[in-house]
């Protein structure tokens, strides 16, 4: 089993689905649609036709092609691989033509035998965001602050403010000492 992509109908990345390992290309998945409901008026009787089976409605495409790393929001390109897988069949038919025509002529007169060239597969895997849309994503974002962050601003601030208190302390008690000393130089004068 590996996983690939589930796209939605529009080509953009939905989820991994797991798929068997020799899965490859591109499958549609379908959802069921509920039927709807006979109305009959009281004028008309019940016909007897069937009841009214689900319909099914393509929902999106399983895709057996990885991912191109490194996109935001990666869109599958259905157009391409329309035209991808035409060019392949073309390749093929035309090999098979080639192929017919060179077991038909006689031994002596075969050249080399027909190879098959496939096309070369294109890049399919898209960015589905706009530039954008891609700079809003990538812009940084303010970072709100967490409690730790918070707590220890907190707690820088409550130090600086003990230290200023501290050194008002200290400014005071040497104004108190000079005053102190000048009482006393006062006293023995």
């Known amino acids: 089993m590996k996983a690939v992509p589930k796209v939605n109908t529009n080509g953009l990345y939905l989820e991994d689905t797991l798929v068997d390992d020799t899965f490859s ?6 959802s069921d649609m509920e ?8 004028t008309t009787e019940p016909k007897n036709e ?3 089976e ?18 935001f929001r990666p869109r599958i390109d259905l157009e391409a691989w329309n ?12 090999f098979q033509q080639a192929l017919s025509k ?12 027909p190879v098959l060239e496939s096309p070369t597969q294109p890049i399919l895997w898209v960015e589905g965001l706009t530039p954008e849309e891609i700079e809003e994503l990538t812009r940084p974002q303010p970072v709100e602050p ?7 601003s907190e707690m820088v601030t409550r130090e ?6 501290r050194q008002q302390n200290e400014a005071q008690g040497a104004q108190i000492v000079g005053l102190e000393l000048r009482l006393l130089s006062l006293e023995n004068s």
């Open 25 to 30: 290309g591109v499958v549609p998945f379908y």
């Open 35 to 42: 039927p709807i409901p006979n109305i009959l008026n009281e």
């Open 50 to 52: 069937p009841p009214n």
């Open 54 to 71: 689900p319909e099914t409605n393509i929902s999106g495409y399983i895709i057996g092609i990885p991912v191109t790393p490194g996109l």
């Open 83 to 94: 035209a991808y897988e035409s060019a392949v069949s073309a390749a093929q038919d035309s």
């Open 102 to 113: 060179w077991h038909a002529l006689p031994e002596e007169q075969r050249d080399d035998i």
């Open 146 to 152: 967490n409690e730790m962050d918070r707590l220890g």
């Open 160 to 165: 600086l403010e003990a230290l200023e208190l």
